[in-house]
Every structure is written in C-alpha cells, then in structure tokens.
C-alpha cells in the first residue's frame, strides 16, 4: 500500500522560509510525477509546483515563480517543497500528490496517492 507523508508546515513571518517534506513508502517513488497542490479556506485546490518522473524538470504556478523550489532527494524517496519569501497569500493547507506519468498534469483527479497536509500559515 503506497503512502504519501508532509512535513514541514508551520507558522512563519512575512517574507520567511519553509521547506516542505514528502516521504513515499510502498512504491518506487521515482516512476512518479510529484506535485505539491495548495487550498486555502475558501478557495478551489491549485497545482503550486510538479516535478516529471521522465526527467526531474519541474513546473512553477505563476504566483511562486522565482520563490518556490521542487527538487527530489538524493534517496528518491522525498521531494523537497523549498518555499522563500512567503507572503500571507500562500497560507493554506499543502498537499503533496503523485501519479505514475511521466509527465505532470495540473488536475488533482489525475493523481492516485495523496498525503494528509500540512498546514502553511504566513502571518505578522
């Protein structure tokens, strides 16, 4: 049974730093494209940022453009979320995803494993 957990979430300041985890178990995470999805209260689910199982190369959703970073972890088992200069804007709760593609696709419907969440709150 493939499992899918977050960490990382938390509190931070205007213009701070988080760096979300998400650990696979149960199936050879590198056949998968990662994403990592966001909803905030009231708001639909939006894809923040995917990396392709075919070749690592990665997408950004306009707003985190130049801000967030998505890599995987040397031991294929982790995709690392590395979130700078945070604004009240990207409080909401993180989901990490993943689909057996080799590319990435921006609806959640696509993606058979999903983690719990983990809130991300960016407030003074």
């Known amino acids: 049974q493939g499992q899918l957990v977050e960490s990382g979430g938390g509190l931070v300041q205007p213009g701070g730093s988080l760096r979300l985890s998400c650990e696979a178990s149960?199936?050879?995470?590198?056949?998968?494209?990662v994403a990592w999805f966001r909803q905030a209260p009231g708001k639909e689910r939006e894809v923040v940022s995917c990396?392709?199982?075919?070749?690592?190369?990665?997408y950004y959703e306009d707003s985190v453009k130049g801000r967030f970073t998505l890599r995987r972890g040397i031991d294929k088992k982790t995709v690392y979320l590395q979130m700078y200069s945070l604004k009240p804007d990207d409080t909401a709760v993180y989901y990490c995803?993943?689909?057996?593609?080799?590319?990435?696709?921006?609806?959640?419907?696509?993606?058979?494993?999903w983690g719990q969440g983990t809130q991300v709150t960016v407030s003074s």
């Open positions: 995803a993943s689909q057996r593609q080799l590319f990435c696709t921006s609806s959640g419907d696509d993606y058979d494993y």
């Open positions: 149960g199936f050879t995470f590198s056949y998968y494209s």
């Open positions: 990396i392709s199982a075919s070749d690592s190369s990665t």
